[in-house]
Nanobody, 119 residues
Framework: VQLVESGGGLVQPGGSLRLSCAAP????RAWFRQAPGKEREFVAALTGSTYYADSVKDRFTISKANANNTVYLQMNRLKPEDTAVYYC????????????????????WGQGTQVTVSS
């Protein structure tokens, strides 16, 4: 499954961005991010239920388009600590709930898109 991310860029603190993840088929989808020198960390997932990391809850929203296989990550009230490369991940099988936040639960990955939050 080839995933294509888009929508990253430079934004000021407090601003918003919307990331997109396009795929050729329906899959369960998640977003992770990786800042320089840090491990890749879970951000949000859409598996029939929605999951969010505590650090982004109430600021980020994961959703899917009705007409195609695109999943979005709407990011509001961005903070400098949100700066990272954001990766879309997918799986044909629904991850076990307890594994949803693990990188090992997701089999397909996009190339990543840079998000920089800075004034």
């Amino acid at each position: 499954v080839q995933l294509v991310e888009s929508g990253g860029g430079l934004v000021q603190p407090g601003g918003s961005l919307r990331l997109s993840c396009a795929a050729p088929e329906r899959t369960y989808r998640a977003w992770f991010r990786q800042a320089p020198g840090k491990e890749r960390e879970f951000v949000a997932a859409l598996t029939g239920s929605t999951y969010y990391a505590d650090s982004v809850k109430d600021r980020f929203t994961i959703s899917k388009a009705n007409a195609n296989n695109t999943v979005y990550l709407q990011m509001n009230r961005l903070k400098p600590e949100d700066t990272a490369v954001y990766y879309c991940a997918a799986s044909r099988n629904r991850p076990i709930t307890s594994n949803t936040r693990s990188v090992f639960a997701w089999y397909y990955w996009g190339q990543g898109t840079q998000v920089t939050v800075s004034s």
